[in-house]
């Protein structure tokens, strides 16, 4: 029983509140098609600023699977169906905080809301240009990270302000698809355009992590 309650003193559970708020006040609301967001997805929808980060799945999921541990660093190691199970859990806590109306939901991004985003109108290699040199400003990937190490947002953002959309870790889409490339990746992994297929019931990785959209249910 000490040795429970000492560990309970040296790892306290966040208050989930203030992580919750955060993460609705995060999200960055993209209309395509209207002012200055051309032509693409035929709805509008929020995305996440950030990749989930471990306090913020502590705090839904009661645990954290991640091997490079960091509350501001993105989680891993966990499988399309528990990012799933995290997006459901999520969407219940923010109806019940009266923080999204109730026919909005979070949910995992489509490939081509993922792309949108992160290409950020652009039709270059990467949302900032043709220039791997320029990459070490905007991404972690082989050239400067040892490890999933540093806490989200530690880079440059793209032209739309979401940070870690090239590197870092890549991001699960729908259908079990990867996008964006991580730390362990070359420059060319993390070009705008390519795409990892896996096994989605099975497939989890220290490289793998979990950008969110919320936008309306559909009906």
């Known amino acids: 029983m000490r040795i429970l309650l000492a560990l309970a003193v040296l790892a306290p559970q966040e208050d989930p509140a203030p992580l919750l708020k955060a ?7 993209l209309t395509p098609g209207k002012g200055a967001f051309p032509e693409g ?3 509008d929808f929020h995305i996440a ?3 989930v980060p471990q306090n913020l799945w502590q705090a839904v999921m ?6 490079w541990k960091g509350k501001r660093n993105s989680v ?7 990012a799933e199970l995290f997006c459901g859990k999520a969407t219940a806590l923010l109806r019940a ?3 999204i109306g109730g026919d909005e939901a979070v949910r995992i991004p489509s490939e081509a809301e993922w792309e949108y985003a992160a290409r950020a109108g652009t039709k270059t290699k ?4 043709d220039d791997p040199k320029e990459l070490g400003a905007y991404a972690w990937f082989t050239g400067n990270a040892a490890g999933n190490d540093p806490p989200v947002g530690a880079k440059k953002p793209n032209p739309w302000g979401l940070y870690d959309v090239h590197g870092y870790l890549w991001e699960w889409c729908t259908g079990g698809v990867l996008r964006g490339g991580s730390w362990k990746d070359p ?18 990785d220290d490289a793998v992590g979990l950008r969110c959209v919320l936008a309306k249910e559909k009906k």
Do not use: I, M, Q
């Open 23 to 29: 993460f609705r006040e995060e999200f960055v609301e």
């Open 41 to 43: 997805v035929g709805h």
């Open 49 to 51: 600023k950030y990749e």
């Open 62 to 67: 009661g645990e954290n699977p991640s091997r």
């Open 76 to 82: 891993e190691l966990f499988t399309y169906g528990d």
């Open 97 to 99: 905080a009266k923080l």
């Open 126 to 129: 990467y949302s900032f240009g």
């Open 187 to 204: 420059a060319e992994r993390l070009e705008t355009a390519v795409r990892w297929v896996v096994e989605p019931k099975v497939f989890k």
